[in-house]
């Protein structure tokens, strides 16, 4: 199983979440009733705690990133990039098996793949302050 596109498809379900109301998972659910991933090569399982964790953990998760922002506030972070420095902080402090230096690395490359050209230093900006932490 891949945990790289595990990884994508979890960020795009947050993401959905951050435009859709409903919980995450009738979120889970429409993602793969509408989407043409080949559930045989990622970890679904996987892809449900790390929704399910980011959802319970929330506001926590903002209150990390928020405290990183320098003259911002959260709501001026794209829904895309917020989604992604949710998921990567929920593995950072929540998941003990993934160094937190691998989930910066993702991140970086999810924002390179579905961002702009400023998300991914943006990114390693504030995930990196909780390398050291």
Do not use: H
């Amino acid at each position: 199983m891949n945990r790289k596109k595990s990884r994508e498809v979890a960020m795009k379900i947050l993401y959905q979440m951050t435009i859709n109301e409903g919980g995450y998972e009738e979120a889970i659910k429409n993602y793969f009733e509408n989407s043409e991933y080949n559930i045989k090569n990622i970890d679904v399982e996987y892809i449900k705690y790390i929704v399910k964790g980011v959802t319970d953990n929330i506001c926590e998760l903002d209150e990390k990133i928020e405290s990183k922002l320098i003259n911002w506030k959260i709501n001026r972070i794209s829904k895309i990039n917020l989604s992604i420095l949710r998921l990567a902080l929920y593995e950072m402090f929540y998941c003990d098996d993934i160094p937190r230096r691998v989930s910066v690395n993702e991140a970086i490359e999810l924002a390179k793949k579905y961002s702009d050209d400023s998300s991914p230093k943006f990114i390693n900006g504030i995930l990196g302050n909780f390398v050291v932490d």
